[in-house]
């Protein structure tokens, strides 16, 4: 399992030293507690060798950032159903409109140096049932502008079909069948002898390669594609995938921590309630939840004003709160912020 960094097409290890200033490509910037953090796919190079005509391909990917033991819910960045295996091939660049796609990981409008744990799943799927179709181009509607957690499908899929449908749905969260091993990636704001978080572009290698196999030898193209220094051949041996890490806003985003948690919060009660308003409702809940913690982290940081990074944790935390709250707390952090002139 391989994952480097790209520095203007030149290929270097994720491994960095706190302190030590990251090199970045040309165009990106820098990230820093408060900024806005997204994560997303640019490009899927799939080996895998198959005699069936027609296969059904799902990309989907865990995030997580809160310090705990439980895993994360499943969102699905991509669901096609007559994908072909060219040469034992597939290549993904555009998600394009008529199939099911999104090449969101993670978005957060104030970053507050968590570590960010991912996992990527690349599955071929049999046959799916039709009513488990219909539940994902549902979810697509319904949460536009990101992608569909796995946790809501039995929620849309309810709708209309009856309940026969959990126990399809169920056994399709269940499913394991990879085309490559899943992928791990835990990246670090600022810590020393691990893979730093930094952006710019990251290659996935999944299996069987290291780092030595790469560096000095592959560069990566203004198109995502891994290419020989040497020959220029790409680079076809194995499955690989292209992430891109940058501080940028986009408000369309803005509500994915709300989903995620919400989804991690359904995956743990019972799937029998048959209305996605029960979705609608608990991600309202979640973002008062969401302000609720950012408060009590900004109060625990009061008493240590004289601090700098306390200072960009407690801006960090107001601009992730809704804006309702941040009108009601905005003299309250104001006032916390003077006293590290007093």
């Known amino acids: 399992m391989v994952s480097l960094l790209s520095v203007n097409g030149n290929l270097q290890s994720l491994y960095k030293q706190a302190g030590v200033n990251a090199e970045r490509s040309t ?43 439980q895993g994360a819910a499943e969102a699905i960045n991509c669901y096609q159903p007559d994908i072909r295996f060219d040469d034992g091939v ?11 796609g999104h090449e969101l990981c993670y978005y957060t409008k104030s970053y507050l ?13 049999d046959k799916l049932d039709d009513s488990l179709v219909k539940a994902i181009k ?4 319904t949460i536009s502008g990101m992608p569909i957690f796995a946790e809501f499908l039995p929620y849309f899929g309810l709708i209309g079909t009856g309940v026969p ?21 835990d990246l670090y704001f600022k810590r ?19 780092e030595s196999d790469f560096l000095g030898e592959y560069r990566l193209k203004p198109n995502n594609r891994l290419e020989n220094i040497n020959n220029g051949k ?12 940058n501080n940028e806003k986009n408000r369309l985003y803005e509500n994915f921590d709300h989903f995620q948690h919400t989804a991690e919060l359904l995956g743990k009660t019972n799937r029998s309630i048959n209305s996605k308003e029960v979705v609608d409702s608990i991600v309202d809940i979640a973002k008062g939840y969401s302000d609720m913690v950012a408060i009590r982290q900004i109060e625990e940081l009061a008493l240590d004003m004289d601090d700098k990074d306390s200072q960009k944790k407690v801006k ?27």
């Open 27 to 69: 165009g990106y910037k820098a990230l820093d507690i408060g900024e806005p953090l997204v994560v997303r796919y640019l490009y899927f190079f799939i080996k895998h060798e198959t005699e069936e005509k027609k296969n059904e391909l799902m990309i989907s990917t865990f995030v997580k950032t809160a310090e705990e033991k």
């Open 90 to 100: 597939f290549q993904l660049t555009d998600f394009g409109a008529q199939d099911y």
């Open 113 to 125: 140096g968590e570590s960010l744990r991912l996992t990527t799943k690349i599955m071929e799927l």
């Open 138 to 141: 549902e979810g697509v509607s």
């Open 165 to 185: 449908i959990i126990a399809k749905v169920i056994n399709f969260l269940n499913r394991d069948d990879t085309i490559t091993p899943g992928h791990d990636l």
């Open 192 to 210: 020393n002898n691990a893979k730093r978080l930094q952006s710019g572009r990251i290659v996935c290698i999944p299996e069987g390669k290291a």
């Open 234 to 245: 790409e680079y076809k041996d194995s499955t690989y995938y292209v992430l891109q890490v």
């Open 316 to 342: 960090a935390l107001y601009k992730g709160m809704s804006s309702d709250m941040q009108m009601l707390y905005q003299s309250r952090v104001k006032g916390m912020l003077a006293q590290k002139n007093d």
